[in-house]
C-alpha cells in the first residue's frame, strides 16, 4: 500500500462528503433499517444509520462507490455511532464489533476495487470513530454541574471495542471526527493507542478533526482553536483539522488559523453551508467548491472533502476546483528548550 503521506506531500487529498445525507436519499422504512435479522427487535430502529452496515451493506457499499466515483481518495466507515454507548439507544451496544467490522469489509471493497482500476491514484479507508452521545466534560444536568453521565474507563473501552473492529476489519487511517468534547477525543486517542500496544498491531496513522461550534471560535467545551490543537498534538496525529456545524464561509478564518499553528498535514470539510428552516443544506457544489479553492490557493489545506449535506457532485466539484494548487507544505518548526 502506498504511504499517504508520499501523496499528501505531492497533491491536496480528497475526503467524501456526507454519509447520512446520503442514506437519506434512499427514503428507507422502517423495515428496511431492520432487515430479516432484527425484523423482531423491540424498539425502532429507524435512523440507525450504522446498523445499515448489516442490513443493508449494498445501500452503503453503493453510497462509497458514489464517493470514490466522484474523486474522493479517502471515504470514511458508516461508523459514526457505532460504539456501545451510543448504540445503548437502540440496546445495540452487543453489536458494536460486528458493525465496526463489517462497515470496514464494506469500504475497504469498494476502495479496493477503485485502486486496482487506476492503481496510480490509491484510494484509503478511514475508520469514522464519533465523539460519542455522552460528554466527559460538561453536565447534562444544569442543577449538578459535577456529575458526569460517562465515565473516562466506559470511554475508553467504547472506544477500544470500536477500533478493534475498524482495524480487524481492514481500515487504513482511524478518523476521530466531530469533536466537540476534546476530552472525549483524548479517550478516543487513548484507546487507540491502548489497542494498538495491547494487540501488537502495527499502527495505524490517526486522523483528528475538530468542530468549532459557533462565531466565538470555540469548541463546545469552550476551547478556542490553538488549545484543541495543543490538547490533541500528543498523538502525533497524521492530520489536524475541522469538520460539520459549519459553512465553509464561516469556516475560513479558523482553517486559516488551523493552518498557521498546525506541525502536521490539515484537514477540513465542512457543512454545505448553515441549514435552511427546515434543516435541510442549500449550497450548490458549484458554491462549496469555490470556497475550498480559496483555501487550496492560500496553501490552508491537506484534504478537503465535505461533510452534513454534502454530496458525490460536491465532491466532485471540489475535487476539480482543488487539483491545480499545490498542497500546503509543513512548517519546520523550531524545537522549543525548558
Not at 170 to 196: H, S
Not at 239 to 254: E, I, P, Y
Not at 267 to 272: C, E, G, T
Request: glycine letters at 8%; hydrophobic letters at 40%.
Amino acid at each position: 500500500m502506498t504511504d499517504i503521506r508520499s501523496l499528501l506531500d505531492q497533491r491536496i487529498l480528497i475526503i467524501d462528503g456526507a454519509m447520512g445525507t446520503m442514506i437519506q436519499r434512499h427514503h428507507l422504512k422502517e423495515e428496511d433499517y431492520r432487515g430479516e435479522r432484527f425484523r423482531d427487535w423491540p424498539s425502532d430502529l429507524k435512523g440507525n444509520n450504522d446498523l445499515l452496515c448489516l442490513t443493508q451493506p449494498s445501500i452503503i457499499g453503493g453510497i462509497h462507490r458514489e464517493y470514490l466515483e466522484a474523486g474522493a481518495d479517502i471515504i470514511e466507515t458508516n461508523t459514526f455511532n457505532s460504539q456501545q454507548v451510543s448504540l445503548a439507544d437502540y440496546n445495540m451496544q452487543h453489536l458494536a464489533y460486528e458493525i465496526n467490522y463489517e462497515a470496514a469489509l464494506i469500504a475497504k471493497k469498494a476502495a479496493d476495487e477503485f485502486t486496482k482500476k487506476t492503481p496510480e491514484k490509491p484510494r484509503f479507508v478511514a475508520g469514522a470513530i464519533g465523539p460519542l452521545n455522552k460528554t466527559l466534560s460538561l453536565s447534562p444536568d444544569v442543577n449538578n454541574p459535577g456529575f458526569r453521565a460517562l465515565s473516562w474507563d466506559d470511554a475508553v473501552a467504547a472506544y477500544q471495542e470500536q477500533v478493534s473492529g475498524l482495524v480487524e476489519g481492514g481500515v487504513d487511517l482511524i478518523l476521530v471526527e466531530t469533536i466537540f468534547d476534546t476530552l472525549n477525543a483524548k479517550a478516543a486517542i487513548f484507546a487507540i493507542k491502548k489497542f494498538f500496544e495491547e494487540s501488537g498491531k502495527k499502527e495505524l496513522p490517526i486522523m483528528i478533526s475538530g468542530t468549532i461550534t459557533d462565531a466565538s471560535g470555540r469548541t463546545l467545551s469552550g476551547q478556542t482553536l490553538e488549545a484543541f490543537y495543543i490538547s490533541v498534538m500528543h498523538a502525533r496525529p497524521l492530520s489536524v483539522g475541522l469538520n460539520c456545524a459549519l459553512g465553509a464561509a464561516d469556516m475560513r478564518s479558523h482553517i486559516e488559523e488551523l493552518s498557521q499553528i498546525a506541525s502536521c498535514y490539515t484537514s477540513a470539510y465542512p457543512n454545505a453551508g448553515l441549514p435552511n428552516a427546515m434543516g435541510e443544506y442549500d449550497e450548490q457544489p458549484e458554491q462549496t467548491a469555490h470556497f475550498l479553492e480559496d483555501w487550496a490557493k492560500e496553501g490552508f489545506v491537506n484534504i478537503v472533502g465535505g461533510c452534513c449535506g454534502t454530496t458525490p457532485d460536491h465532491i466532485r466539484h471540489i475535487a476539480e476546483h482543488v487539483k491545480q494548487f499545490q498542497p500546503r507544505r509543513l512548517p519546520v518548526m523550531e524545537p522549543i528548550s525548558a
